[in-house]
Every structure is written in C-alpha cells, then in structure tokens.
C-alpha cells in the first residue's frame, strides 16, 4: 500500500521522515479475557526495508494517512516474517505486563480495604465488649462499698451477675463473629483471584507492504 503523506494536512515530523522509505506493517489483536471483561489491543508491528523497526505510535500515523493500493501480488520474505512476528511478541509482552501491574495493583487495593473492613469489625466487638467490662468493675467497685448493707449489696449483685452473663453471650458472639470474618474474607479473596484471573489470544488481522510518499 501506498501511503500519501502529501495528502495530508497536518505535518506529521515523525511520518514526514519516513517519506520515500517503505518495509512492512502488521496488525495483530491481543485480547486479555477476565472474568469481568474482555480487554482488545491492536498490536503494531513495523519495520523498513533496512531493518530498522518502526514504532507502534509511528505505525499507527502511517496508517491514518491516505492510501492506495499499488501491488496485491506481494510476498512477506521469511527474514521479514520473524523480525514481525518478534516485534509482535514483544508488544504483547509489554501489554500482557501493564495488565498484570494494574492486576496486582487492584490486588493490593483491594486487600487493603478488606484489612480496614474487618479491623473495623473487630474493633466495634472489642469496644462493646470493654464497655460491658467497664460496668462490671464499676460495680464491683460499689459492692466493695456496700458490704454493710445487704440490700443494695444484693441489687449490685444480681447486676454483676447480669452483666458477667452479657460479657460471656459477648465473647461468644465475638468468637462466632471472628469465625464468621475469617470465612468472609477468605471468600473475598477467593473472588478477587477468580477476577483477576485471565486469558489471552491473539489473532493476525492483516500484513501490509507499505510505501510512504
């Protein structure tokens, strides 16, 4: 394909050096399945009859300009095929690299705000526990002062015997909670890694002899 950069608007410098010079693009698509969604990405891979590769951001200009086609009868040499088929490795390479960095950032994201979730659950069971402690001393406290006389002393003491049986229905709430945290948060991260995994597939679209003029 013949590609008219005199046709063209806007300079394009990047472009305007390739003018005169040709060699071979292909586009390849890259598709990343999670389980949420699928991520498309073309993959371009270019070089010039000197060997010299082109740059994706480069391919892609080459490609917005207009263009005709000069030969259909044209073959990809053997030597050409592996430089592009390497090139297109390594782009994918570097895309596969930025999902699984932004996986991981995701991860620790999440795992940290499952942290916070379950500290906060546990403070709120430790801070109602400690109160009920509290009145329980304070009681005690009273009883101690109260030892002379039985009624009142009596009253604390079925008060006592109250609290010390919420104190008890608290810790086992506390354990039964703490169990119930635990499996929660397991199942959380169960989710996260089942989000987080993937596939990947890659599809040849097309390979062009290209010709800047």
């Given amino acids: 394909?013949?590609?008219?950069?005199?046709?063209?608007?806007?300079?394009?410098?990047?472009?305007?050096?390739?003018?005169?010079?040709?060699?071979?693009?292909?586009?390849?698509?890259?598709?990343?399945?999670?389980?949420?969604?699928?991520?498309d990405t073309l993959l371009l891979a270019g070089i010039t009859d000197a060997g010299a590769p082109v740059e994706s951001e480069i391919a892609a200009r080459i490609l917005s300009l207009p263009a005709g086609v000069t030969d259909l009868d044209v073959r990809l040499p053997p030597v050409e095929a592996?430089?592009?088929?390497?090139?297109?490795?390594?782009?994918?390479?570097?895309?596969?690299?930025?999902?699984?960095?932004?996986?991981?950032?995701f991860l620790f994201q999440?795992?940290?705000k499952m942290d916070a979730w379950t500290n906060d659950r546990r403070l709120l069971l430790r801070v109602s526990l400690r109160d009920l402690e509290?009145?329980?001393a304070a009681i005690r406290k009273?009883?101690?002062?109260?030892?002379?006389?039985?009624?009142?002393?009596?009253?604390l003491r079925r008060r006592?015997?109250?609290?010390?049986?919420?104190?008890?229905e608290r810790e086992s709430e506390l354990r039964t909670d703490a169990r119930k945290i635990r499996a929660e948060a397991d199942a959380l991260l169960d989710d996260i890694e089942r989000?987080?995994?993937?596939?990947?597939?890659?599809e040849e679209l097309f390979t062009v002899r290209w010709q800047v003029v």
């Fill in 82 to 105: 592996g430089r592009l088929a390497h090139l297109t490795d390594e782009l994918a390479g570097q895309v596969v690299a930025v999902a699984a960095e932004r996986n991981q950032v």
């Fill in 195 to 202: 989000r987080m995994r993937s596939t990947e597939a890659r």
């Fill in 142 to 155: 009273q009883l101690r002062q109260a030892a002379t006389d039985m009624t009142q002393a009596l009253t």
């Fill in 1 to 39: 394909m013949t590609f008219d950069y005199a046709a063209h608007r806007a300079r394009i410098s990047d472009v305007q050096r390739l003018v005169g010079m040709s060699g071979w693009l292909r586009v390849s698509r890259l598709s990343i399945a999670g389980e949420l969604e699928t991520e």
């Fill in 134 to 136: 509290e009145e329980r």
């Fill in 110 to 112: 999440e795992i940290e």
């Fill in 160 to 168: 006592d015997n109250l609290i010390q049986q919420r104190i008890e």
